[in-house]
């Protein structure tokens, strides 16, 4: 399986074929704390044409997720959600996401959104980076 297929398994707590897997809901059992350079989360089906669509990520699980793996971040690691806002709870996951990343202390990450406004349901880029203090900076 791809990145994209074992990021979304993770998030749903389902293997492709839709097995149950031994992944927790939140994401945090196999989240290193504050050790993470780049966490990528791909939200909505798994991907694939023939992919079973009644997979599908979920807005709680996704926030607590997302939330674990901003907690684990390194300085200077970095986390892309790419939410897909055209299906049923989509729009509403993707939002719940990106208020959570809104309110991020700005001193410690840099919060940003990515959307393609002249096109319906284009997926939507959010990204945080976690910022390198001066000393963290000066230890490398």
Sequence with gaps: TGFA??????????????????????????VASRGVGVACFNLGYLPGADSDKSVVTETTSTVRAVRAAIAALRPGGVLTVVGYVGHAGGAEETEAV???????DPKTFTAATHAVVNRENCPRLIVVHRKETTVERNRT
Excluded: F, N, W
Aim: aromatic share 0%.
């Design 98 to 104: 990106a208020a959570l990343v809104a309110t991020l």
């Design 5 to 30: 297929t074992q990021a979304k398994s993770h998030l749903t707590g389902r293997s492709a074929d839709g097995e149950r897997t031994g992944a927790s809901d939140d994401g945090s059992s196999s």
